[in-house]
DNA sequence: TTCTAAGCTTAGAATCATTATAATTTCATT
DNA sequence: AATGAAATTATAATGATTCTAAGCTTAGAA
């Protein structure tokens, strides 16, 4: 899936961000990779595209993407932010195993008990963690030996 | 409220660990002060009971406690590693004004969609952000002037 | 096409949260 | 009291993230 830079640039000027090659190739990545990246993934990658990328621009890109509410900022675990462009609600589950992400459906709504009535939610997050299928199905095959 | 330093003590040996004074003068801190401090805020609180503790101490000792289920670790956000004495499952909610975290009853098990239904899950969180009522009203007094 | 001011990127320093280390102290048992 | 294991300590080290100042890029004006 080949996301088109041309509305990437539209999305970010909507949004009075200039979009500057950097930005626009940062965002294709979290499109063409919704894996949940760190900034460390993201910068690894981008900087085969782009040899004089530096680090702090993708700190700071993400930023301003975060702000703008155009990608959405994890914090599954500590010191591990991780970056997603599907801004809609949906959970997390990391494997404790593989460390991979999936997401999940989630309808958060309809468990949020009448105590934050009275709170105005701007941000919902709700993560698992555990073992995946695949981990799980190791294990098994591995009781197996 | 003070808690039973008894109890604490008999709830580490149980869990085969060693009730030195350093860890349960930290349990005790977080069973009276069960508003999710940081590592900072609980070393800061101890040091002027235990001039020596030495910051390394406490990180310690809340790892010890979290592998032992005795505490939840909680990332809101990242760079900001928070502790809960209370380990049964429920919601936490961060005010983006004062940064008071507030918790809240939630019945994840409910709603968990079939998605996850081949997944072994040994922890749930859901993390909420916005503004909290006291906010809230000091807004609402400030758009009156 | 050139100029301009604002904003962005860069490279590396700085900060900060957390972990590692080795020496010392404390703990529980004998 | 002695002992060995574990914990604590003080500080260095690590790694994530932010800051900084200089230089570059951008979009639009001239």
Do not use: W
């Amino acid at each position: 899936m080949m996301a088109a830079i041309d509305s990437i640039v539209n999305e970010l000027a909507r949004r009075n961000i200039t979009p500057s090659h950097q930005r626009v190739m940062i965002m294709k990545y979290l499109v063409e990779n919704q894996c949940h990246p760190t900034v460390d993934q993201i910068f690894s990658a981008l900087r085969q595209q782009i040899p004089t990328l530096s680090k702090a621009t993708v700190y700071n890109t993400l930023n301003v993407l975060a702000e703008a509410q155009l990608v959405r900022v994890l914090s599954i675990e500590d010191n591990e932010t991780r970056y997603d462009i599907t801004t809609e609600t949906h959970g997390h589950f990391k494997c404790s195993s593989c460390g991979r992400i999936y997401n999940f459906a989630v309808d958060v709504d309809r468990f949020v008990s009448g105590e934050l009535r009275d709170f105005r939610i701007t941000e919902k997050n709700v993560y698992f963690s555990g073992i995946c299928p695949t981990c799980l199905g190791k294990a098994e095959k591995e009781k197996r030996r």
